[in-house]
């Protein structure tokens, strides 16, 4: 087995890669001489065939619940009447199933074929399939690996306590059950919602508030408060589960888009400064600092249904979901217990929802209580964490993927965002996550989501 001690000294701190560090292979039968390739081809080695093949064969079918319409999209964004009885979507092609709704009076009926048009459409929707994923974090502050590619293995069925391969899935705030690092686990945002997968907004929403609607090239919606969000995305399709996205439910989505089934990398930010959605970063910008270098326009970033747009895709390609770095924060539905800030949402309002639409967080947790997460909502499994200086001179906690801003919540702070806000360079991906009180915020928005 191979041990990695760590010493940080924080203040000014010298990070160095593993692949920096040197490795003696003699005795590991390893081709690798640096630690971080020496790790990544031991985890290789004992994988299952199948995390390296692809299962898609487990594939959960996507749930078209009501009125959802399957699609296909060409590259330059043309939206196809889906045919179900073909392959219209592969995940081991990286190509998610994708999904519309139509507005309250289109233009005509549309049938199997059609070219459907953009004015007739309300939102966009990409299936993320239930699936268990490997565990190489349970700790916190173990970093087996750095950032990595994810393994994931479709399966409908939940994991159980075997040890050595899987465990029951914890679900709670700061619990690890009987989970180990290399056991497998269920992803706790399938679980939550009792579901064999979920549809996500594909971009932040947009339209008003009374009229949500998540639509490509235009401003996304924000500057309400966590209450509103929560309340209009619950009541956005209630026949088919809408609500607002929470922790593990983003965690869902991240980790399979840095799994062999999605882009495997950091996601390129949206650096559009007038929020329009579906923005990908110029590759020639500074974005490697903070602040990053942003603005609206070809000259500085481009749109969803280009070569570059696909690089702020979970994809890499135009099938994936958008916003998810960079853009507007992102409210999550996920709180510290008996705590609720300035949301709108107090100890009775609350009540009013069943607990499965929440993440609720254990009430002691603060700024660096990352023990505290969900196991799966792309947090505490980030670390471990490092304060040091960017380079606007602040000094701000990180964690050791890519550097992403990791603040947890506290007393003050109780609500989560997620993903980074479109100038802040270097700290924003899909692994970012900040605390916020809850309030109305001119950068603040949320994400939808349908269980149906």
Not at 126 to 131: A, G, M
Not at 139 to 152: F, K, N, Q, Y
Not at 185 to 212: C, L, Q, R
Not at 405 to 417: E, R, V
Request: proline fraction near 3%; charge should be negative; glycine fraction near 8%.
């Amino acid at each position: 087995m191979l041990l990695i001690g760590m010493t940080s000294t924080y203040a000014v701190t010298t990070l160095y890669e593993a692949s920096e560090v040197g490795y003696d292979n003699s005795s590991s039968g390893t081709s690798n001489t640096d630690v971080q390739g020496a790790i990544d081809e031991l985890y290789e080695l004992s994988e299952n065939a199948t995390t390296i093949t692809g299962n898609c064969n487990n594939v959960a079918k996507p749930n078209l619940g009501t009125n959802l319409i399957p699609v296909t999209l060409s590259d330059d964004g043309t939206v196809t009447y889906a045919d179900t009885t073909t392959k219209w979507y592969n995940y081991c092609e990286k190509k998610w199933a994708n999904a519309i709704h139509l507005v309250d009076n289109p233009s005509k009926e549309y049938k199997i074929g059609d070219i459907i048009l953009e004015s007739d459409i309300r939102s966009y929707f990409v299936w993320i399939p239930k699936y268990k994923y490997r565990l190489w974090n349970v700790d916190v502050d173990t970093p087996l690996r750095l950032a990595h590619s994810i393994d994931i293995i479709f399966d409908t069925n939940n994991t159980t306590d075997i040890e050595g391969e899987s465990c029951a899935t914890p679900m709670n705030s700061g619990e690890s059950g009987n989970c180990d690092n290399g056991e497998y686990m269920t992803h706790p945002a399938f679980i939550s919602m009792n579901v064999d997968g979920f549809w996500v907004g594909k971009f932040e929403p947009t339209g008003s508030i009374s009229n949500i609607t998540v639509k490509p090239n235009q401003a996304s919606l924000r500057n309400q408060n966590v209450y509103n969000m929560f309340v209009n995305a619950y009541n956005y399709s209630r026949e088919n589960d809408s609500h607002m996205m929470k922790n593990t439910e983003w965690g869902a989505v991240a980790y399979l888009s840095h799994s062999l089934y999605g882009i495997d990398k950091e996601i390129n930010i949206n650096n559009n400064n007038s929020f329009i959605t579906g923005s990908s970063s110029l590759l020639t910008l500074q974005q490697g600092r903070y602040p990053g270098t942003y603005g609206n326009g070809s000259a500085y970033n481009q749109a969803y249904n280009t070569e570059l747009g696909y690089l702020a895709s979970t994809t890499g390609n135009i099938t994936g979901v958008y916003d998810m770095s960079g853009g507007a924060h992102e409210y999550m539905a996920s709180y510290r217990t008996n705590t609720y800030g300035s949301s709108g949402f107090n100890a009775t309002n609350i009540q009013t929802y069943d607990s499965k639409y929440f993440d609720v967080y254990l009430s002691n947790s603060t700024e660096s209580s990352y023990q505290n997460r969900i196991l799966g909502d792309a947090t505490g499994e980030m670390g471990p964490f490092v304060t040091f200086a960017d380079s606007d001179g602040g000094s701000r906690p990180h964690n050791l993927w890519y550097s992403d801003i990791s603040s947890w919540i506290d007393s003050s702070n109780p609500w989560t965002f997620r993903g980074g806000l479109h100038n802040i360079g270097v700290l924003a991906s899909q692994f970012y996550f900040a605390r916020n009180p809850g309030t109305f915020h001119s950068s603040g928005s949320f994400r939808l989501v349908l269980a149906p």
